[in-house]
């Protein structure tokens, strides 16, 4: 067993060598030759421990993120996953890979459409693929927030934010794509330049995180998961929704284990606050028609809460509770997070705040240092709120003018 795990080590040990030799400039062909040579075999645990490995020596999630296609190339002939039956149909690993299929297919189909640079595009048609292609942000929504978070309850984050620097990428080139054909006309000189800048960069990363799914992510998570894990994420999935297809029927999660009762608050006894006294019933229903979001860090950068509103800007899932907070966020903006939270830790600060355009809505974000009545830094509360509509009132209506009306 010791000579397994060192063998093991060796070769996550010379993959390291080899990726950091390839980021360094070395030609991909003397890599894959090198690869070929001294890795007799490689799973998808050994790629994600070297990518771990990679970004706990210092080197900045980014630059892992700039080399992750090249070393994936070279490493797509190289991996060997073992022959697996497939999982049983409606098992989330059967619908990511289901996803995916799909996802290809209209890859495919958009390619065929721009195959004649000499004619003038059809647009509509192009809209179309470009719209049943943006339906792949609820497989990324689904893999960030609940594949990730299982798979960070043992100790694998470094793949997770790889891959989601990688997913907003693909997020960036869809949008970029979707402002591209959204225009009336366009020449056939005009259509070769977007393919060229834009289409073909977009597909080429789309299928790109297919394969780093295919030959990574999936394999690892199969293999890291546990029965309950699985169930969890097959429960929260709806949250998010599917992408292209529906889950197929067959697979069933093990019945829920009770949840561990840290302490059980009488339905017909009340908190006492300074201001007020409320049941457990009362708490819950006014924190649920609050028309904010709120979510809950404790002081050690855990997740701890998070309200259960019915029209939630972000939408979270019960997969995130007991998540590091640095892991909820992409790679891009997790520092930004990280000092938020340390300059409320020290007292340098005790809110930010955030304003931004999301699909068409103006989104209020402010977070708030929460401290105990001494003044012990406690946690900090993120309020998120849909200021659309709040933003357009004008004059006024009292309360006198009430009909009931719920605009």
Not at 338 to 352: T, Y
């Amino acid at each position: 067993m010791s000579e397994l795990i060192d063998n093991r080590a060796h070769r996550i040990r010379i993959l390291k060598e080899i990726i950091e030799g390839l980021h360094r400039g070395a030609d991909p062909e003397t890599v894959r030759g090198a690869l070929r040579t001294m890795v007799r075999e490689t799973s998808s645990a050994e790629i994600a421990a070297m990518e771990q490995e990679l970004i706990a020596g210092g080197m900045p999630v980014e630059e892992v993120q700039s080399m992750c296609d090249l070393h994936s190339q070279v490493l797509r002939d190289i991996l060997v996953e073992p022959v697996q039956l497939p999982p049983l149909p409606g098992h989330p690993l059967d619908t990511f890979e289901r996803e995916n299929q799909a996802i290809a297919e209209v890859v495919a189909e958009l390619r065929a459409l721009v195959r004649d640079r000499d004619a003038s595009p059809d647009l509509s048609a192009w809209r179309t693929a470009h719209g049943r292609l943006a339906d792949l942000e609820k497989h990324y929504q689904r893999k960030e927030n609940l594949l990730f978070s299982c798979l960070e309850r043992h100790g694998i984050s470094g793949p997770s934010k790889v891959m989601w620097g990688k997913d907003d990428e693909v997020r960036g080139l869809l949008a970029a794509l979707g402002e591209a054909v959204s225009i009336d006309a366009m020449s056939a000189d005009e259509a070769s330049l977007v393919v060229d800048t834009v289409l073909e960069p977009c597909l080429s990363a789309i299928e790109e995180m297919i394969v780093k799914e295919r030959r990574i992510l999936l394999p690892m998570s199969r293999d890291t998961l546990t029965d309950d894990e699985w169930a969890e994420i097959w429960q929260e999935s709806p949250r998010f929704g599917y992408c292209l297809v529906e889950p197929r029927t067959g697979y069933r999660p093990p019945p829920a284990k009770a949840p561990e009762r840290v302490a059980e608050l009488p339905r017909d006894q009340a908190v006492v606050f300074p201001t007020g006294a409320l049941t457990f019933d009362q708490l819950r229903g006014i924190l649920g028609a609050l028309p904010v979001d709120i979510t809950f860090v404790d002081a050690d950068d855990r997740v701890r809460y998070f309200s259960e509103g019915a029209d939630r800007v972000f939408e979270r899932s019960k997969a995130i509770l007991g998540r590091e907070v640095r892991h909820c966020h992409p790679p891009k903006s997790v520092h930004v997070v990280e000092e938020i939270v340390s300059s409320f830790r020290s007292g340098r600060q005790d809110v930010a705040e955030f304003w931004i355009e999301l699909r068409g809505r103006f989104v209020h974000i402010r977070y708030f240092a929460v401290r105990d009545p001494e003044g012990t830094y406690l946690g900090t509360l993120e309020v998120t709120q849909d200021l659309t509509r709040l933003r357009e009132l004008a004059g006024e209506r009292r309360l006198l003018e009430w009909t009931g009306a719920t605009a």
